[in-house]
């Protein structure tokens, strides 16, 4: 094939569609760096990737949050984590630290089976008194909810995403 090397491919296209979750071409072409009517090209010429796409979108509005039945995979994809994990990229935490955060969070979430958007102080101070307590007492918590474990993944999680 000769000429110039294709700036929007297949990967490329539903990839940004996976990131930014719609299917917009404005967004798309600002996630992959192209100019909007390189996207209005591509996805006119190939209708198959269009509806690989929508495929995409729709199981990303399907998605019902069951906290006791949700993986970790899918937790990492859920917008206000991944923003909370972005905000720590760029504050340059290692990747080590960012994981175990996230497990602890994912934990701490399933246990309260509340999503990551609707966790309120309230609740969070509740479980890490009872885990304070343990701790002091010398008893075993709950697996994953240790208080060392989990003060400082919900302190870094209200301090960077709601401010607080």
Same mark, same amino acid.
């Given at each position: ?29 600002? /996630? $992959?760096? +192209?100019?909007?009517? @390189?996207? =209005? ?10 509806? !690989? ?57 399933? /246990? $309260?089976? +509340?999503?990551?958007? @609707?966790? =309120? ?10 885990? !304070? ?32």
């Amino acid at each position: 094939m000769s000429g110039r090397t294709r700036k929007v491919t297949k990967e490329k296209y539903l990839d940004a569609v996976k990131k930014t979750k719609t299917i917009s071409d404005k967004a798309i072409a600002k /996630h $992959i760096g +192209v100019n909007r009517s @390189n996207i =209005t090209r591509f996805r006119n010429s190939n209708p198959d990737v269009l509806e !690989k796409a929508n495929k995409i979108i729709l199981r990303f509005t399907s998605v019902v949050y069951d906290a006791k039945n949700i993986s970790f995979e899918t937790f990492e994809q859920i917008p206000i984590i991944e923003k909370w994990v972005e905000i720590q990229n760029q504050r340059l935490c290692s990747k080590g630290l960012i994981r175990s955060r996230l497990r602890a969070l994912y934990n701490v979430t399933r /246990h $309260i089976n +509340v999503h990551p958007e @609707n966790l =309120t102080l309230d609740m969070c101070v509740k479980l890490v008194s009872e885990a !304070k307590k343990t701790y002091y007492k010398d008893e075993k918590f709950i697996r994953g909810l240790a208080y060392l474990n989990i003060r400082k993944p919900i302190r870094s999680f209200f301090q960077l995403i709601h401010g607080i």
